[in-house]
């Protein structure tokens, strides 16, 4: 792995911190979004991620501000590109704005450049062909809050080369991740895949009135020895995400979800209960 200079597409909350973490572990960083007021945000982000990094993981004011030093900006992607080993993809979930944004980068990008997406929903397979370098292409998937939940998923697509399968895996462990290879296409990676189930079986406990979030969280915790229950995570993701995902399958025809959204709108996002960042969920902060 040669890797030294790392753009980052997005500077939403996920693409702001594998922005200051690659950054943090001495990668050149260019931060890449669509205008200057969104990168003004993003640098008020950075900020406060210094602060973050000094209590979580007592970094020091000056590998904090090192980092921060590191970090361009810039809104014309041809610029944001043009000396990058690697382009970490962290924009919107949604199909056609991606597959526009690897066909523009494909065309600007120089030719040793590599292409991975942050993606959590979607597979690579799907963007492998606009990219015009299917071979250079897979994911890279963070966790939030990354620098205390440092894993890296790395995904293989069929088209991709094991050297860059490789070299992406010691790109994550070089910045502070555990790097988790996938060696075949899963909608999920390993995470999603072992936690949706758990979350959506909790949830079903509850609306159908089996137990209240208090209790089905102790039995996860006490009878596993897990640090927190589904509830709880629930309320870390926020639970719009859930109300978001239960009225999609809802209006696939899932009455189970229906009843699941209907509950969560009345009960929790009517009333202000959004989880962690408003102060109360299914539990208070």
């Given at each position: 792995?040669?890797?030294?200079?790392?753009?980052?597409?997005?500077?939403?909350?996920?693409?702001?911190?594998?922005?200051?973490?690659?950054?943090?572990?001495?990668?050149?960083?260019?931060?890449?979004?669509?205008?200057?007021?969104?990168?003004?945000?993003?640098?008020?982000?950075?900020?406060?991620?210094?602060?973050?990094?000094?209590?979580?993981?007592?970094?020091?004011?000056?590998?904090?501000?090192?980092?921060y030093?590191?970090?361009?900006?810039?809104?014309?992607?041809?610029?944001?590109?043009?000396?990058?080993?690697?382009?970490?993809?962290?924009?919107?979930?949604?199909?056609?704005?991606?597959?526009?944004?690897?066909?523009?980068?494909?065309?600007?990008?120089?030719?040793?450049?590599?292409?991975?997406?942050?993606?959590?929903?979607?597979?690579?397979?799907?963007?492998?062909?606009?990219?015009?370098?299917?071979?250079?292409?897979?994911?890279?998937?963070?966790?939030?809050?990354?620098?205390?939940?440092?894993?890296?998923?790395?995904?293989?697509?069929?088209?991709?080369?094991t050297?860059?399968?490789?070299?992406?895996?010691?790109?994550?462990?070089?910045?502070?991740?555990?790097?988790?290879?996938?060696?075949?296409?899963?909608?999920?990676?390993?995470?999603?895949?072992?936690?949706?189930?758990?979350?959506?079986?909790?949830?079903?406990?509850?609306?159908?009135e089996?137990?209240?979030?208090?209790?089905?969280?102790k039995?996860?915790?006490v009878?596993?020895?897990?640090?927190l229950?589904?509830?709880?995570?629930?309320?870390?993701?926020g639970?719009?995400?859930?109300?978001?995902?239960?009225?999609?399958?809802?209006?696939?025809?899932?009455?189970?979800?229906?009843?699941?959204?209907?509950?969560?709108?009345t009960?929790?996002?009517d009333?202000?209960?959004?989880?962690?960042?408003?102060?109360?969920?299914?539990?208070?902060?």
């Amino acid at each position: 792995m040669n890797y030294k200079n790392i753009t980052v597409a997005g500077s939403g909350i996920l693409g702001s911190q594998i922005a200051f973490q690659t950054a943090l572990k001495g990668f050149n960083v260019s931060v890449y979004d669509i205008n200057d007021e969104v990168l003004a945000r993003a640098k008020e982000h950075f900020k406060c991620l210094m602060g973050n990094y000094q209590k979580d993981l007592i970094a020091t004011q000056e590998e904090v501000h090192t980092a921060y030093e590191r970090i361009t900006y810039s809104c014309d992607l041809a610029a944001a590109v043009a000396d990058a080993d690697l382009v970490i993809e962290a924009i919107p979930e949604v199909v056609q704005i991606k597959t526009d944004f690897y066909t523009k980068l494909g065309q600007v990008a120089p030719e040793k450049t590599i292409f991975a997406t942050n993606t959590s929903t979607l597979l690579p397979s799907m963007f492998a062909q606009a990219t015009g370098r299917p071979e250079k292409f897979l994911a890279l998937h963070f966790a939030n809050e990354i620098r205390k939940n440092n894993t890296a998923e790395i995904m293989k697509h069929a088209q991709t080369d094991t050297k860059v399968f490789e070299d992406v895996i010691e790109f994550a462990k070089a910045i502070g991740m555990v790097a988790l290879p996938l060696h075949k296409e899963q909608p999920g990676y390993i995470l999603n895949s072992l936690l949706v189930p758990l979350l959506d079986t909790a949830q079903s406990l509850l609306i159908d009135e089996v137990a209240d979030p208090e209790t089905i969280d102790k039995t996860w915790r006490v009878a596993t020895g897990a640090p927190l229950g589904p509830f709880a995570i629930l309320d870390l993701v926020g639970i719009t995400t859930a109300y978001n995902i239960a009225s999609v399958k809802a209006k696939e025809g899932n009455k189970h979800s229906k009843k699941l959204a209907h509950f969560l709108r009345t009960e929790y996002i009517d009333k202000g209960k959004l989880g962690v960042a408003t102060g109360e969920g299914f539990f208070k902060y």
